[in-house]
């Protein structure tokens, strides 16, 4: 396994066990970072407190992200109890339930602005509050969908926002590989978590990615985590700005 000794790791957007968020920070935290893990909110709390007691040494946060001021206090938290960071994961995605169950068509401007601002906007936000803390380099790590790059039935305004979020991903790459710093999205075949849960459609869609993928089986969220170790590792020193897919190889079959 890759040695992650001495690397502070935020992690954010903890729900519960299925997160993939957890999947990532057990892998982290087994590879040796000393990992910070945050959750939304108050109704979040005690479930991901109960989780991360359960990996010695991490430590958790509060924070939504539609909020600058609970941003600029979280890295102010991290500057003053760690002294530096070295990887960011962000594992967030938020579009209103009503936007995912009418046509695309009528995707409401509330629905399309909440959508890229939780699920795009606090990817810079997060970037910018992390970059100086990260004075020997870094890793940022943010998790995308395939329906970014190809129509998904059903994930809509999602595919538009994540769509988004690759080319964020490109644009903050740019931006902060004088810094040393690398941007990556990992994109995750579809998993059972709590943000995938009322889909009605996930166990036919499950189906079939094991049916159709080079693979044949679904993806698990230890197999993204042990790709977010790799680009949060030196061995990816000189990978920045990609999509990685971690989807079984899904994403290129034609037909
Ligand atoms: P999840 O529900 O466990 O995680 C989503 C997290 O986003 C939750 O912890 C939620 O609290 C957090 N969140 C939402 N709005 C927020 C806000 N305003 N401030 C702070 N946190 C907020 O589900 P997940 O599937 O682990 O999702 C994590 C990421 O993985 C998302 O970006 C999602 O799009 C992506 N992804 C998921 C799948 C899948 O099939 N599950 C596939 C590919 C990519
Ligand atoms: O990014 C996601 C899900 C993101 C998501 C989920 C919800 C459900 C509850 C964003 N906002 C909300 N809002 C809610 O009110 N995934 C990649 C998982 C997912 O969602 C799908 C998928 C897959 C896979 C939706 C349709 C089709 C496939």
Not at 78 to 96: Q, R
Not at 141 to 151: D, N, P, Q, S
Request: proline share 3%; net charge negative; hydrophobic share 40%.
């Amino acid at each position: 396994m890759l040695n992650l000794n001495g690397r502070v790791a935020a992690v954010f957007g903890l729900a519960n066990k299925r997160s993939i968020s957890w999947g990532i920070a057990k892998k982290l935290h087994e590879a040796g970072a000393k990992l910070t893990i945050g959750y939304q909110n108050e109704r979040m709390k005690a479930e991901a407190l109960g989780l991360i007691e359960e990996l010695p040494g991490a430590e958790p946060f509060q924070c939504d992200v539609s909020s600058d001021a609970e941003i600029d206090q979280t890295f102010a938290q991290m500057k003053e109890h760690y002294g530096k960071l070295d990887i960011l994961v962000h594992s967030i995605a938020f579009a209103p339930a009503e936007d995912l169950k009418n046509d695309f068509l009528q995707t409401s401007r509330e629905g399309f602005r909440i959508a890229h601002e939780v699920s795009v906007y606090s990817l810079i936000a997060l970037s910018r509050g992390a970059a100086p803390l990260m004075t020997d380099g870094g890793s940022i790590i943010t998790l995308t969908y395939f329906g970014a790059e190809k129509v998904v039935p059903h994930y809509k305004v999602m595919g538009v926002a994540k769509a988004a979020l690759e080319a964020t991903v490109r644009y903050l790459a740019a931006d902060l590989g004088k810094q040393n710093i690398r941007v990556n999205a990992i994109s995750a075949g579809p998993i059972r978590t709590l943000a995938a849960r009322g889909i009605g459609a996930l166990g036919d869609m499950m189906k079939h990615h094991e049916e159709r993928s080079p693979l044949h089986r679904n993806t698990e969220q230890d197999e993204v985590g042990k790709t977010a170790v790799y680009l949060a590792s030196d061995l990816a020193s000189g990978v920045t700005g990609e999509t990685i897919y971690v989807d079984s190889g899904y994403n290129i079959m034609g037909f």
